[in-house]
């Protein structure tokens, strides 16, 4: 015999869909705020943000402050959510481990160097990262070896503290003349424009 669902019945049998997808955001450890950019995206998805900023604050306190820390925000039905917090992006790891603040500026250019243990060690640490987790430590550090490239980072077997303070020093020197080069260019633009 057949049953016959009403409405009402009809509802409660289906269960809700949701087409929302996970918020990527990269929020500086322990400085959340409902100030833009962050505010206005939780907002749109219906998150209370000052929660949001509570809740986050709270669990990065133990974390040096301003460390970049990639979060995936996943909204449920009732308007709570899930944060799960990821360890700071590889170049962030890759930059600190070779002494610098920027990459390459231009093609070619080496802006710093790192040892085959300091990829190691990076690589054990991002291996704990959920969206890698199905990558063996090898996959890992080639994964890490291409970032290094891409970033100016060069890796080496061994790094002498000597040699690469000279290196830095000259790094330094290069980038103060490239920033006075592009500030030139950009006064004889505002030149030509006048």
């Known amino acids: ?6 409405k009402g019945q009809m509802a409660m049998k289906a269960a809700k869909v949701d087409h929302s997808s996970k918020l990527r955001v990269i929020i500086p450890a322990g400085m959340a705020s409902a100030k833009p950019p962050l505010g206005s995206q939780l907002g749109q998805r219906n998150i209370n943000v000052v ?10 306190e ?4 301003g ?10 039905e009732n308007n709570t959510f899930d944060l799960v917090i990821h360890n ?24 710093g160097k790192i040892t085959f243990k300091h990829l190691y060690e990076i690589a054990r640490i991002k291996a704990t990262d ?33 040699e690469y ?20 260019s950009k006064q004889t633009k505002l030149l030509r424009t006048v």
Do not use: W
């Open 51 to 60: 929660n949001f900023c509570k809740e986050f604050n709270q669990r990065t």
């Open 88 to 111: 700071p992006p590889a170049t962030y790891f890759l930059k600190h481990a070779a002494g610098i603040e920027k990459g390459r500026m231009c093609k070619g250019e080496i802006a």
């Open 165 to 184: 303070e000279e290196f830095m020093k000259q790094r330094e020197e290069n980038v103060r003349l490239r920033k006075e080069e592009a500030e030139l």
């Open 130 to 162: 959920p969206p890698l987790a199905l990558m063996t430590l090898q996959q890992i550090c080639q994964m890490l070896v291409g970032i290094a490239r891409s970033c100016g980072i060069e890796v080496v077997r061994s790094l002498d503290p000597v």
């Open 62 to 65: 133990n974390i040096k402050q």
């Open 67 to 76: 460390i970049p820390l990639p979060c995936r925000v996943k909204v449920k």
């Open 1 to 6: 015999m057949s049953k016959i669902l009403r």
